[in-house]
Every structure is written in C-alpha cells, then in structure tokens.
T-cell receptor, first 114, second 109 residues
Framework: KAGVTQTPRYLIKTRGQQVTLSCSPI?????VSWYQQTPGQGLQFLFE???????NKGNFPGRFSGRQFSNSRSEMNVSTLELGDSALYLC?????????????FGSGTRLTVV | GQNIDQPTEMTATEGAIVQINCTYQ??????LFWYQQHAGEAPTFLSY????GLEEKGRFSSFLSRSKGYSYLLLKELQMKDSASYLC??????????FGKGTTLSVSS
C-alpha cells in the first residue's frame, strides 16, 4: 500500500512569505502528526490531528498552523517566514492517536528560507 | 513536559555490538519507541516497548525499565549500513510522540 506522501519535496521561500505543505497519510490512517527537524534541535513536535481535530500542539509560535480534512489529508501553514524556519518538515501517520502504534513518516518537505 | 536524553554520537566497528542509551522523565508514560534515520531519509520504526523487559527483533533489541526511566537499543553484528541516527521517542497518555535529539552512530570497517 502507498506510504505517507508529502508535497512538495523541496521549497525555497523568501523571508516574510507564507508557505503551505501537504501530507497524505496511509490509507485508513486517521492520525497525522507534524514535526520540524533541524540539525541542532532534532525532531520537534508541531501538532497532531485526528479526525479533523487538533489533538495536541507543540511549543511553536502562532505563525505555524495546520488543519486536517475529512479524507485525513493534512496541511500545515507557516506565515511570515523567518530564516530560522528553514528545516525539514516531516509528517507521520498512525492508525490511532491513542493506541501505541508506530508512526510511519513521509520523506519530508525541505524548506529553505532566504 | 518531557525530557529525553541520549548520547549525541557513537562510533563502533563492523561486527561489534553497540548499546545506545535513552533516559527520560515523563508522567503518564505510555510507551517508548526507537526509530532509525539514514541521512536524507525519513525515520523508520524499529521497536516499541511499553512493559519492562527486553524485546528482540533479529539483530536489534530494545530494553525498557519504567521505574528507572531508562531504555536502550542494542545492535549486534554491526554492519556498515547501520550507520545512521537512532531516535528515542516517548509517548505520554493522550499526547503525541516526543523525540530525543538522536544518536548518530558511525560504523567503520
């Protein structure tokens, strides 16, 4: 079965712009989580969605937002981009937000802010 | 909140055994995961522990002690392809998976 699909793979934006990243989970998975990965900080949790509801949120400013659609696809948006937002953004899907199932990660979107 | 600590880097030689430790402080513990991430690739699931003890999967084993807030990942018969980052992640009840910063393992011949 198809894995987690993230688009686009690479993105270059200018400071002050906004960006939208997309994630399509594994078919049947209703939980989607987003992470930011940087060399210094590792994987930092952004937010988690289950059945279109945000279940958990990490410690990121309000410029970072997300949503989940009825087909479980999710998008995250970053407004007023800063240089420090340059990172790999990873999406992970799981079959349940409560059960202890492993997450399956997508290949990520590499965002560069110039 | 959660605090997850693991060594930043480790080195080992082919054929050897390496143990990567992870300590965590959390409330409402609901499972510990290990992931492997090769450079430029997505993390992939290796193991899951929720009860104390050892879980073995081929060359990889993972151990958990909930009372000590401690886990380790044991890699046996190391191969060059095991050079990667190993990520320890903890789930609290009702929250998302929180990751440590990862341990970069370099395997040399």
């Amino acid at each position: 079965k198809a894995g987690v699909t993230q688009t686009p793979r690479y993105l270059i934006k200018t400071r002050g712009q906004q960006v939208t990243l997309s994630c399509s989970p594994i078919s049947g998975h209703r939980s989607v989580s987003w992470y930011q990965q940087t060399p210094g900080q590792g994987l930092q949790f952004l937010f988690e969605y289950f059945s279109e509801t945000q279940r958990n949120k990490g410690n990121f400013p309000g410029r970072f937002s997300g949503r989940q659609f009825s087909n479980s696809r999710s998008e995250m948006n970053v407004s007023t981009l800063e240089l420090g937002d340059s990172a790999l953004y990873l999406c992970a899907s799981s079959s349940s937000h409560e059960a202890n199932y492993g997450y399956t990660f997508g290949s990520g979107t590499r965002l560069t802010v110039v | 909140g959660q605090n997850i600590d693991q060594p930043t880097e480790m080195t080992a030689t082919e054929g050897a055994i390496v143990q990567i430790n992870c300590t965590y402080q959390t409330s409402g513990f609901n499972g510990l995961f290990w992931y492997q991430q090769h450079a430029g690739e997505a993390p992939t699931f290796l193991s899951y522990n929720v009860l104390d003890g050892l879980e073995e999967k081929g060359r990889f084993s993972s151990f958990l002690s909930r009372s000590k807030g401690y886990s380790y990942l044991l890699l046996k018969e190391l191969q060059m392809k095991d050079s990667a980052s190993y990520l320890c992640a903890v789930r609290q009840a009702g929250t998302a998976l929180i990751f440590g910063k990862g341990t970069t393992l370099s395997v040399s011949s």
